[in-house]
């Protein structure tokens, strides 16, 4: 039988990583510089390491590839007024980390 706890805490853990650990100063920024958003992938691994080292490592290079992308689409998508299209990208953004997320998960066989 399937276990649905590690998922349900997947969810939780990437919360806590990729918001209330992601500054006011990263969010603005992260689409500017890749120092910044390094720093957030940072971040956004430490707590994901509760899943395992190796998890920890294979998500953070995947978050920071995710975030490359669509932290600079919303960044643009933001200047010219398309909110529609910012949000869109926002929730894709969110279904890409978890299908990274739940994938590596069941790859690795984490926790």
């Not at 590690?6 to 990437?14: K, N, R």
């Not at 010219?80 to 790859?107: E, P, S």
């Amino acid at each position: 039988m399937l276990s649905i706890g590690p998922f349900i805490a997947l969810i939780w853990v990437h919360f806590v990583a990729d918001f209330i650990l992601q500054t006011d100063y990263i969010a603005i920024n992260k689409s500017k510089s890749n120092w910044v958003l390094s720093l957030h992938v940072a971040l956004y691994m430490i707590p994901m390491c509760i899943f395992g080292v190796t998890f920890a490592i294979v998500n953070a290079i995947l978050h920071f590839v995710t975030d490359w992308a669509t932290s600079r689409c919303t960044s643009y998508l933001w200047r010219h007024n398309q909110r529609h299209w910012f949000f869109t990208v926002i929730g894709l953004d969110k279904a890409i980390h978890m299908t990274c997320l739940l994938t590596t998960y069941a790859m690795l066989g984490s926790v």
